[in-house]
């Protein structure tokens, strides 16, 4: 089974930038689509990005031009850069992964599908004050 550990998110204001790290073990990395996801109490999990073994990545609407998401396959990791941050960016962020995958993600919004995501991380809090 993964086992995912997330680092890096924390306060910043309103144009600032943070950097979530994940780091995977547990599992054939290169056959593991990786994603973000991320939650603000009473509401549901919400998918921000996606990335393949390949490094193709599909993001969110609303993260868009603003998000980028990069993977280093040789030491198991994800980090998800987040750039010119919002209010509205503030929630729980949560790393996943898809072991059923053999590396491949969906195309488009179905690869931000809640339930093929198998591992979890315990989350890490970004907080974005206006």
């Known amino acids: 089974q993964v086992q995912l550990v997330e680092s890096g998110g924390g306060s910043v204001s309103a144009g600032g930038s943070l950097r979530l790290s994940c780091a995977a073990s547990g599992y054939n990395y290169k056959r593991i689509c990786m994603a973000w996801f991320r939650q603000i109490p009473g509401k549901g999990r919400e998918g921000v990005a996606s990335?393949?073994?390949?490094?193709?990545?599909y993001y969110a609407d609303s993260v868009k031009g603003r998000f980028t998401l990069s993977r280093d396959n040789a030491k198991n990791t994800v980090e998800l850069q987040m750039n010119s941050l919002k209010p509205e960016d503030t929630a729980m962020y949560y790393c996943a992964a898809n072991t059923g995958s053999a590396g491949v993600c969906f195309d488009g919004p179905r690869s931000l599908q809640i339930y093929d995501y198998n591992g979890w991380g315990q989350g890490t809090q970004v907080t974005v004050s206006s």
């Open positions: 990335i393949a073994a390949d490094g193709s990545a």
